[in-house]
């Protein structure tokens, strides 16, 4: 088992720039796929971007695209997203997640494939 916390979140103006962390417990960081979502006020999960177990490659949702890059450090059980030209329309509450695959290249884009979350970190962009 995994256990995640976020960190990093806050508040920024449109344009600015926010790095969020998420920090696993345990050993076995580097097996777990790893992705981020988030969910604005009244509206549902949306992933938001994913890196597998073999950091070789990274998935990104369109409305992100260009702005945001998730990055992970093994040694430090840490997955990131760095998050540039913030817009208003990025306020959320994002959440990390985990989840063990056997193929090292595969990553879920999907919250119902994931099965460890942690308990967020609000963005809250102005204009």
């Known amino acids: 088992q995994v256990q995640l916390v976020e960190s990093g979140g806050g508040s920024v103006q449109a344009g600015g720039s926010l790095r969020i962390s998420c920090a696993a417990s345990?050993?076995?960081?580097?097996?777990?796929?790893m992705g981020w979502f988030r969910q604005a006020p009244g509206k549902g999960r949306d992933f938001v971007a994913a890196?597998?177990?073999?950091?070789?490659?990274?998935y990104y949702a369109d409305s992100v695209k260009g702005r945001f890059t998730i990055t992970r450090d093994n040694a430090k059980n840490t997955v990131y997203l760095q998050m540039n030209s913030l817009k208003p329309e990025d306020t959320a509450l994002y959440y990390c997640?985990?989840?063990?695959?056997?193929?090292?290249?595969?990553?879920?884009?999907?919250?119902?494939?994931?099965?460890?979350w942690g308990q967020g970190t609000q963005v809250t962009v102005s204009s």
């Open positions: 345990g050993r076995t960081f580097s097996l777990y796929a």
């Open positions: 997640a985990a989840e063990l695959y056997s193929d090292s290249h595969w990553v879920p884009q999907w919250t119902s494939a994931y099965g460890y």
């Open positions: 890196i597998p177990r073999s950091g070789d490659n990274t």
